[in-house]
């Protein structure tokens, strides 16, 4: 049994901490006090209330000192009898700032000096909701029954009891299977199983208790074009039951149950929902149809976007309302799975007796020399106009499509420049054909070079990222490709002409032409329009080679090189100096625990004066800054086993889906024992710092752009006064004194 020291009632005890008391112990302890010892304070919330000489009394107290290694069924048995309760197990204690219950795998969190509420137990507070499922309740107490469960599965330990010991999952099928025609109550149902699956590794979705007729019901309640069941449904019923298609979808004994019935028409039109996360889920599950079906499904599924121009209300709907990171993201996902359809064409060669290859090749010739005497010459003409037209290989042209990347695509990305930019082609053709002094532009060779490019840069084939960037203008043509192939063609032909080029300097010109994609690409922008207007000439891109050359030379040259290599150390020492700095003055950062039902409040953390140990707490005032014996928890870096950032974080996952905030600002901490402290930094800069300073702490390499930056701007500043007495410029080792006083102020001066 642990051991319980009781102390008097103080009234005026402030529910904060209790590390500023010296509690005695107990002299009867059953053990004595080791490193596993704390001392807590729990408030009986379950009696409180009762009258006393007429008085409602607040929360009884009891401060004890407890062994973390004792079980929680010890502790509340003990804390039973000494408030003269019966049932022990319909009791639990929960910690009072998170309001979530205390299991045996989180109690090694408890602090000491933390404060712990004595309340019902998730088994009584299931127990009496199941009652009220299973009883001859109305229709109206059944839903405010699950819409209180909802609100309490949030927390792991009720969510574990309604499943386990309650068959929370069977009585949600059977009341959504008898209750499908109502709205209200169908709705809590939905949300209450969506709450409870949201605990990771709680329950498998390929469990066998969830039904193919309840998935039939979710599918129905997304359902927009025939029944129209959704519009029935409040927001957060549709972006919860969208959310749970989704993980059905990505179920490998789930994914062709839901593409059989699933009305991919209805889900598409919720992306004109006004509320961003229903649009996020929407595309997320359309997202997941067309990764994972195969080459058929795919085809269908881009043909119904195109038909029902998918990507006009993207751009009117999602775009223009400036989405956040994780809709980016679905974005990114949804923008390389159509590029990634153009693979088996990037990849084909093509055949020599291809009649289909060559039918094209003929028809460019016909299109770029219409209205010249073609007839049946001999076949020299041929040759000759294949040559103006750019290609190596003047004899047999489908010999230039034989290199992957970019096949048979470079053939159809230039036929269909041709077809749907016939006067440019047309134009292209005889201004780089008729040159001379070899300065003839191989216009064919030219297309092949870009298409290629443009498939490295957008890595078309390439397996999708957990992190990568969406072009807007993508979603403003239904063949982005080859509009872009088509601005980039006209773009490196005006390139060749500035640089004066000859067939030599190919492989030149090119690299310019990446340079100036490359760079516009960056400059994300909004339409193919904006995007002609971001690439830079050819003087352009000379000025800023010039600027880079000189940049390098001052930074590079072997005198300099060395210098800065033996002030390097020096520098990025003051620079972590900052850093620690930075972390000892504190900072304020989100909550990231999606428990916590202050989805608004803070926490303020802070490192400690001797550099071993981070200070944190509850802090819901951004604008002020809490004193050190404010914050009362305490992370040892001794007891820090890892620490990740952005998305190596393991709680990402539940960010992500509600779209709280970026998740490149996110942090996470874990312990030796396996729990973790999980904060959103509030802005790029915070991020920055206090990753470093962390990494400092734990002896690794600063990681982010901005130390990098810092160093380099420390390093530059010192070089360049290292220089100075090269110059015959002196540097003073005192600042200059400061000049005396004038006699007067009267510094005006009238102008005649």
């Given at each position: 049994m642990p051991s319980l020291t009781d102390t008097k009632t103080v009234p005026s005890l402030k529910p904060t901490s209790l590390n500023h008391l010296n509690l005695p112990m107990s002299s009867s302890s059953s053990h004595s006090v080791t490193k596993d010892s704390v001392k807590i304070c729990v408030l009986n919330v379950v009696s409180q209330g009762h009258l006393v000489n007429g008085a409602s009394t607040g929360p009884q107290r009891r401060h004890l000192t407890v062994c973390k290694k004792d079980p929680l069924d010890k502790i509340i048995q003990e804390l039973c009898q000494h408030w003269q309760l019966d049932e022990p197990l319909d009791y639990a204690l929960q910690f009072e700032d998170t309001k979530r219950y205390v299991m045996e795998k989180t109690k090694d969190t408890i602090a000491n000096g933390q404060i712990l509420k004595f309340c019902q137990s998730p088994k009584r507070l299931v127990r009496e909701l199941v009652n009220i499922f299973e009883g001859k309740s109305d229709i109206e107490m059944r839903a405010n029954a699950f819409k209180s469960l909802e609100a309490i599965c949030k927390d792991e330990a009720v969510a574990l009891e309604f499943v386990e010991c309650s068959r929370g999952l069977e009585l949600i099928v059977r009341s959504a299977n008898l209750e499908s025609t109502n709205g209200y109550l169908l709705s809590h149902l939905i949300r209450t199983?969506?709450?409870?699956?949201?605990?990771?590794?709680?329950?498998?979705?390929?469990?066998?208790r969830i039904h193919p007729d309840f998935v039939g019901i979710i599918l129905a309640n997304i359902e927009t074009e025939k029944s129209k069941q959704a519009l029935k449904q409040d927001e957060p019923t549709q972006e919860c039951s969208l959310s749970i298609l989704n993980e059905l979808v990505n179920t490998p004994s789930r994914y062709h149950e839901i593409d059989r019935t699933i009305s991919v028409a209805s889900l598409l039109n919720f992306l004109q929902s006004d509320n961003s996360n229903i649009q996020r889920n929407a595309l997320a599950l359309f997202n997941s149809l067309f990764s994972l079906g195969d080459s058929s499904k795919k085809m269908k599924?881009?043909?119904?976007?195109?038909?029902?121009?998918?990507?006009?209300?993207?751009?009117?709907?999602?775009?223009?309302?400036?989405?956040?990171?994780?809709?980016?993201?679905?974005?990114?996902?949804l923008q390389s799975l159509h590029l990634n359809l153009l693979e088996k064409k990037m990849n084909t060669l093509v055949e020599n007796q291809d009649q289909k290859a060559l039918d094209k090749i003929k028809e460019?010739?016909?299109?770029?020399?219409?209205?010249?005497?073609?007839?049946?010459?001999?076949?020299?003409?041929?040759?000759?106009?294949?040559?103006?037209?750019?290609?190596?290989?003047?004899?047999?042209?489908?010999?230039?499509?034989?290199?992957?990347?970019?096949?048979?695509?470079?053939?159809?990305?230039?036929?269909?420049?041709?077809?749907?930019?016939?006067?440019?082609?047309?134009?292209?053709?005889?201004?780089?054909?008729?040159?001379?002094?070899?300065?003839?532009?191989?216009?064919?060779?030219?297309?092949?070079?870009?298409?290629?490019?443009?498939?490295?840069?957008?890595?078309?084939?390439?397996?999708?990222?957990?992190?990568?960037?969406?072009?807007?203008?993508?979603?403003?043509?239904?063949?982005?490709?080859?509009?872009?192939?088509?601005?980039?063609?006209?773009?490196?032909?005006?390139?060749?002409?500035?640089?004066?080029?000859?067939?030599e300097d190919f492989n030149k010109v090119m690299e310019v032409a990446r340079e100036q994609l490359v760079t516009a690409l960056s400059q994300s922008p909004s339409s193919f329009e904006d995007f002609r207007k971001c690439l830079r000439s050819y003087q352009e891109i000379t000025e800023s080679r010039k600027e880079e050359a000189k940049n390098r030379a001052e930074r590079d040259g072997p005198a300099i090189r060395h210098l800065r290599e033996s002030l390097e150390p020096e520098m990025l020492e003051l620079v972590q100096r900052q850093r620690l700095n930075f972390l000892v003055s504190g900072s304020h950062f989100s909550k990231i625990r999606k428990e916590s039902k202050d989805k608004h409040g803070f926490l303020f953390f802070r490192l400690s004066t001797n550099h071993k140990s981070l200070l944190y707490g509850d802090w819901k005032d951004d604008r002020s800054v809490p004193v050190a014996e404010d914050l009362t928890k305490r992370l040892s870096l001794s007891e820090i086993k890892d620490f990740q950032t952005g998305h190596e974080c393991t709680h990402l996952k539940d960010v992500t889906r509600k779209g709280n905030r970026p998740e490149r600002l996110a942090l996470s901490f874990t312990k030796e024992n396996g729990d973790t402290v999980d904060v959103m930094a509030p802005d790029q800069k915070t991020f920055d710092m206090w990753s470093d300073g962390i990494n400092t702490l734990l002896r690794k390499p600063l990681s982010s752009e901005r130390a990098h930056q810092d160093v380099n701007t420390l390093l530059s500043m010192e070089v360049k006064v290292r220089l100075l007495e090269l110059e015959g410029i002196s540097i003073l080792d005192s600042p200059p004194p400061i000049p005396a006083l004038p006699s007067n102020f009267k510094i005006s001066q009238d102008v005649q």
């Open positions: 199983f969506h709450t409870v699956m949201s605990h990771p590794g709680l329950v498998s979705w390929e469990d066998e599924l881009k043909q119904l976007m195109e038909e029902r121009n998918v990507r006009r209300t993207i751009v009117e709907h999602i775009i223009r309302r400036q989405p956040d990171s994780a809709m980016r993201y679905q974005l990114y996902v460019l010739r016909r299109i770029a020399f219409k209205g010249q005497d073609q007839g049946s010459g001999p076949r020299t003409r041929f040759s000759e106009d294949y040559r103006k037209l750019g290609f190596k290989n003047e004899i047999d042209p489908t010999q230039d499509f034989c290199v992957v990347p970019p096949g048979i695509l470079g053939l159809e990305i230039m036929f269909a420049f041709a077809l749907n930019h016939t006067d440019q082609f047309i134009k292209l053709v005889l201004e780089t054909s008729c040159r001379k002094d070899n300065h003839d532009c191989p216009l064919a060779q030219i297309t092949i070079g870009i298409v290629r490019m443009i498939c490295e840069i957008t890595k078309i084939g390439h397996k999708i990222q957990p992190q990568g960037q969406y072009h807007p203008m993508f979603f403003t043509d239904d063949n982005p490709l080859g509009e872009l192939s088509a601005i980039m063609i006209n773009h490196v032909v005006r390139t060749w002409n500035e640089m004066r080029a000859t067939t």
